[in-house]
């Protein structure tokens, strides 16, 4: 079992629209949480850390649920540029090893 | 800023031939990382760095994989000799790690990436 698991979607959103999805972790003592994109043949770019209480970035909103180790992304007012694929990372380790997802696909449609 | 510096971006190269991908970390991290992107394993952590000390190279697939990083900005990895299932991107990544405990700096910041066909 992989230590992030993620739905690969794709996630069709019209654009304006809502969307939200999850990963889980396996790893109880897993310290840090960052949402990452990447866009088709790119290398993945940080999109947002994942703090405990909850956090936005403009049209971004990243919630952390330790209890039931997951984390949620939300995007808002869906843009033709978000679409991409959004990977759920999660790290224990002191020198900043990180554990990837592999990745939701979002599509967001005109 | 400069970011991550990968060289070369593409590569194509036949089977039994040694490769070599270079790394130039941002300026300031002390943590690098190599890491294969393929559709069917999605991405693998190779090796990674800290100090220029290789800390956890579990993720090489075999001999034929090596790394090393001689000083703070520069970074290889090889391939001798190179097989047609090594055909990914590979990804060189660096953070600024703050050690035991620390909860910041850990961000990874990506290099493009060099693309890599064996045939």
């Known amino acids: 079992r992989k230590e992030v698991e993620q739905d690969p979607g794709p996630f069709n959103v019209p654009e304006g629209a809502t969307v939200a999805f999850n990963c889980t972790y396996s790893n109880s003592a897993s310290q840090s949480f960052f949402w990452y994109r990447q866009d088709c043949r790119k290398e993945p770019k940080l999109l947002m850390s994942v703090y405990s209480s909850g956090n936005e970035d403009g049209r971004f909103t990243a919630q952390l649920n330790r209890a039931s180790q997951y984390i949620s992304l939300l995007i808002r007012d869906s843009k033709l540029s978000d679409s991409a694929t959004y990977l759920c990372v999660s790290t224990t380790d002191s020198w900043g090893k990180l554990q990837f997802g592999a990745g939701t696909q979002v599509v967001v449609t005109p | 800023d400069a970011g991550v510096i990968q060289s070369p971006r593409h590569e194509v190269t036949e089977m039994g031939q040694e490769v070599t991908l270079r790394c130039k970390p941002i300026s300031g991290h002390n943590s690098l990382f190599w890491y294969r992107q393929t559709m069917m394993r999605g991405l693998e952590l190779l090796i990674y760095f800290n100090n220029n000390v290789p800390i956890d190279d579990s993720g090489m697939p075999e001999d034929r994989f090596s790394a090393k990083m001689p000083n703070a900005s520069f970074s290889t990895l090889k391939i001798q000799p190179s097989e047609p299932r090594d055909s990914a991107v590979y990804f060189c990544?660096?953070?600024?790690?703050?050690?035991?405990?620390?909860?910041?700096?850990?961000?990874?910041?990506f290099g493009p990436g060099t693309r890599l066909t064996v045939t």
């Open positions: 990544a660096s953070s600024l790690a703050r050690g035991r405990g620390a909860r910041r700096g850990r961000e990874q910041y």
